[in-house]
């Protein structure tokens, strides 16, 4: 295994410790307010599960507004293809941990002005750990959107964190008092 994986690995390991024995439930409600997201129209979230930042609220609020929310759905490949949904938890199909839509035909990424990005901890440049499988990265790659983690206060670190050629900086990331913004790199 490549050093910088390796070092990514033991990291995560680290951060999901400290994170179970450090939860405290959160809203992240106020991003929603942002001027990212009050000119989006179409905004991709994800459906959170365990102790990460809660996004039930979030996508409901999103789907109430009348915008389009799309959430994720994984590929056998590690890519990710993006579902129109409604916020109905019937719609979606559990897959290990997840839930992802099961029904409908995928959206082109293209269309999405603002994606929320699940983050286990990120350094002050933007570069954020994510579960370990490179599906987001893979996708913030191709995209323009407005990119924001959620994460909770404390997971915001002047460590270096292990950067390979595939991360991909976030403009942004929210804890539940505020949001920090990355200059552009």
Same mark, same amino acid.
């Given at each position: ?28 409600? !106020? ?23 809660? $996004? ?62 699940? $983050?286990? !901890? ?43 050629? !595939? ?19």
């Amino acid at each position: 295994m490549e050093a910088a994986a390796q070092v990514k690995r033991e990291l995560r390991n680290r951060y999901r410790q400290d994170r179970e024995q450090t939860y405290i439930p959160g809203s992240w409600m !106020h991003i929603l307010n942002s001027s990212e997201f009050t000119n989006a129209q179409c905004i991709a979230s994800y459906i959170s599960y365990g102790v990460e930042p809660e $996004t039930s609220d979030l996508n409901q609020a999103i789907v109430k507004s009348g915008r389009t929310l799309l959430v994720p759905q994984l590929q056998n490949d590690n890519s990710l293809l993006w579902f129109a949904w409604d916020g109905d938890l019937k719609s979606l199909k559990r897959k290990g941990k997840i839930y992802e839509p099961s029904t409908g035909a995928a959206v082109d990424s293209a269309t999405i002005d603002v994606i929320i990005v699940p $983050t286990l !901890h990120v350094n002050r440049t933007g570069y954020r750990l994510g579960q370990g499988g490179g599906s987001y990265d893979r996708t913030l790659a191709e995209m323009k959107a407005w990119k924001i983690g959620l994460i909770y206060g404390g997971e915001v670190t002047a460590e270096d964190l292990p950067v390979e050629s !595939h991360d991909q900086a976030l403009d942004a990331v929210a804890t539940p008092e505020m949001i920090i913004r990355f200059p552009k790199n």
